[in-house]
């Protein structure tokens, strides 16, 4: 009904009256001109314009040979005259039509002309184009300095374990605050909007190979290798080299079930557990984790305890007079510890652990140097055993205990530029470290052997002030590198008990829960440590068996077992990873507590 009235209105579009007006003006104007909106944007030698795109390819060439009547002499005056024919035949639009509206010059986030022109206006205006330049080149875990490579425990096992506490600059408040700081007079603004920071919403990788390659090094040499010397006498020189060459290939292995089962579903160590298994499976990871990680902890508070102890000794007068036994210099590390337990921004612990790692390297090139130069003068030790029957499970878990990274094996990858190659530098990598494990600890044993310490250094010349030195430094390399193994755990065990999204930047009461929640982690590892200061070496196996297997080879088997899998082939050798992992694990826990029950 209401398009037959619209039809006998005088000059609506599309109606008989206009369409009639049209012929009669159509036959007294110059062809090749109209005022169609079409026409108005076509110019000489340049093509059409948006609205002009999407017509026909009859209707184009067509429009191509019309120009504007404002082209004419006088165009702007009889303008009116050309509308009376585009009219009638233009299309009457419907009501749902929308102009596409031209793309912003500016970000949706500029500010406008009159708040640059407030105090501070120009400043913040330049200070949030240079932030939101920085989030859309993106945050990649790209190890190109050492405070980089501790920034990936951070993202430890490919989990998020950032603490909001600890934003920087660039990301700063929530929405919440952004608010507050509006009604706030501009000169007391922000000159920086503050929002979550996005940090770990990961981006394509941009490391090469090679810094891949160095960034793979210093995750696997850390201070499980100081340990190696006391595991070879504990297994004989060949039993314990096997042991290490069979569990570096087991290890590859295992690694690449996990690099699987990361390609085909994403995400980190636990959010694989989630997706693949549930919920309660990335619990289970992330339990493991944080024990492994509290255990090499304690292990290093134990041998930093023992090696000050055996420093303290040789620089004193007299033999075994010192006041201070282990028990006590384990709980004085906590004078020290708790204050680095309670930074949240793990790049701070920087300057102490990159001292941990540089010490770590002298004192292997100490050994390397000493052990060589005494086997050529005096040969191997005529103590030495292929092959001790009685302790050679501690030999295993001291070993797995040492090539426990797998931690990071997936943030190194997602920091490369071309992740398709991490698999053979990873093997490449695995084949050097076994190398230089091998190395040091059959030298230290081949050089000393049923006399050779847990605390290796001590059976080096006492006198010397350069192995006195050497011993020093490997006390403050484990005691340094102790706060980042604690990283990772501490923040397990806050997410588990506060939730995510707590955080002390808005209550205080919630800032000090969490400070006396790590101190108190700090106490259980220091009275673990002192438990577990009779005897080092069955401590960091037992450590090894009991949390490091479950990580390094059931978990991944299972995954990748439960989500890639399909041939019945690859379902066994799984299946039988778990197994043959799964009775590693009872069989060296039982056997590394029943013998320090009957030490004790």
Request: aromatic content about 10%; some cysteine; overall charge neutral.
């Amino acid at each position: 009904m209401a398009d037959n009235i619209i039809d006998f209105v005088p000059g609506s579009v599309g109606s008989d009256h206009s369409r009639r007006q049209a012929e009669i003006v159509d036959r007294h104007l110059p062809d090749g001109y109209s005022a169609d909106p079409d026409a108005s944007l076509v110019v000489a030698d340049q093509p059409l314009g948006p609205s002009a795109s999407g017509l026909s390819l009859d209707q184009a060439s067509n429009a191509e040979s019309i120009e504007s009547s404002l082209r004419l002499q006088g165009g702007d005056m009889h303008r009116d005259i050309f509308k009376i024919k585009a009219r009638a035949n233009s299309l009457r639009r419907s009501a749902t039509f929308s102009h596409q509206k031209p793309l912003p010059l500016g970000h949706p986030d500029d500010m406008s002309y009159p708040e640059q022109r407030e105090p501070g206006g120009f400043r913040r205006h330049y200070l949030r184009r240079r932030a939101r330049q920085r989030r859309m080149s993106g945050y990649t875990v790209v190890a190109r300095n050492f405070i980089d490579f501790l920034d990936l425990y951070g993202s430890f096992a490919g989990e998020d374990l950032e603490d909001i506490d600890s934003e920087d600059e660039s990301a700063i408040t929530s929405t919440d605050e952004a608010e507050e700081d509006a009604e706030q007079p501009p000169e007391l603004r922000p000159l920086l909007n503050r929002s979550r920071s996005s940090r770990r919403a990961l981006k394509k990788g941009d490391a090469t190979t090679t810094k891949t390659f160095f960034t793979l090094i210093k995750a696997f040499i850390g201070t499980g290798i100081m340990f190696l010397p006391k595991a070879f006498r504990n297994g004989g020189i060949l039993f314990s080299s096997l042991t290490l060459i069979v569990l570096s290939l087991v290890n590859c292995g295992c690694f690449r079930l996990l690099l699987d089962c990361r390609e085909k579903y994403g995400g980190g160590y636990g959010e694989l557990g989630a997706t693949i298994v549930g919920p309660r499976f990335r619990s289970l990871i992330l339990a493991s984790i944080a024990i492994s990680q509290l255990g090499f902890v304690c292990a290093g508070l134990i041998f930093t305890a023992e090696n000050l102890w055996a420093f303290l000794d040789a620089i004193t007068p007299g033999d075994r007079n010192l006041i201070l036994g282990v028990p006590a210099l384990i709980a004085l590390q906590t004078i020290i510890l708790v204050p680095l337990a309670l930074i949240r921004n793990i790049s701070k612990l920087g300057p102490a652990a990159l001292l941990a790692d540089a010490f770590i390297m002298i004192g292997i090139v100490y050994i390397w140097y000493y052990d060589i130069a005494a086997l050529s003068r005096v040969g191997m030790d005529a103590s030495v055993r292929l092959f001790n029957p009685s302790d050679f499970p501690l030999t295993v878990g001291s070993a797995i205990f040492t090539f426990e990274g797998i931690g990071l094996i997936l943030p190194i990858q997602s920091s490369m530029k071309k992740p398709e190659h991490f698999s053979n530098l990873l093997y490449f990598v695995m084949f050097l470290i076994t190398i230089i494990f091998t190395s040091v600890g059959a030298l230290c044993y081949a050089t000393f052997g049923e006399s050779t310490k847990i605390q290796v250094i001590s059976n080096f010349p006492q006198d010397s002030p350069l192995v006195n030195a050497v011993q020093f430094l490997y006390s403050m390399a484990v005691l340094a590198g102790d706060p980042v193994q604690l990283f990772p755990a501490a923040r397990i065990v806050e997410t588990s008990i506060f939730g995510e999204k707590a955080t002390g930047k808005k209550s205080a009461a919630i800032k000090w829960k969490k400070n006396a929640l790590r101190t108190a982690i700090v106490g259980v590892c220091v009275g673990v440590s002192m438990v577990g200061a009779s005897d080092l070496d069955k401590f960091v196996a037992l450590i090894g068996s009991f949390a490091c297997v479950p990580l390094v080879y059931i978990y991944p088997a299972y995954l990748h077992y439960k989500g890639v899998a399909e041939k019945t082939w690859v379902k066994a050798l799984d299946v039988a990873l778990m197994v043959v992992g799964f009775i590693a694990m009872v069989y060296t826990t039982a056997v590394t507590v029943s013998q320090w029950v009957q030490s004790a």
